[in-house]
């Protein structure tokens, strides 16, 4: 089932700081980021990192 997830969690799940993750989201990288509308807040959901992960293994090492 697919969770909305922290910017903290999924950088643990890709095994990179927040910092990077924001980082890359600031640079249209890494998995998609659901912004709330009208905020500054947003999140992941789950199975989108997952799918990234999966398709950059071969990059992230």
């Known amino acids: 089932m ?4 922290s910017t903290a ?3 643990a799940m ?3 700081s927040s910092e ?3 980082a890359w989201r600031k640079r249209n990288k ?3 980021f659901h912004k709330i509308e009208g905020s ?4 992941y959901i ?3 990192v997952e799918v990234w ?3 950059n293994r071969d990059r992230q090492k």
């Open 14 to 16: 890709i095994g990179v």
């Open 20 to 22: 990077t993750l924001r």
């Open 30 to 32: 890494g998995p998609h």
């Open 46 to 48: 789950s199975q989108d």
């Open 2 to 5: 697919s969770q909305p997830i």
């Open 53 to 55: 992960i999966e398709q």
């Open 9 to 11: 969690k999924a950088a």
């Open 40 to 43: 500054t807040d947003g999140f």
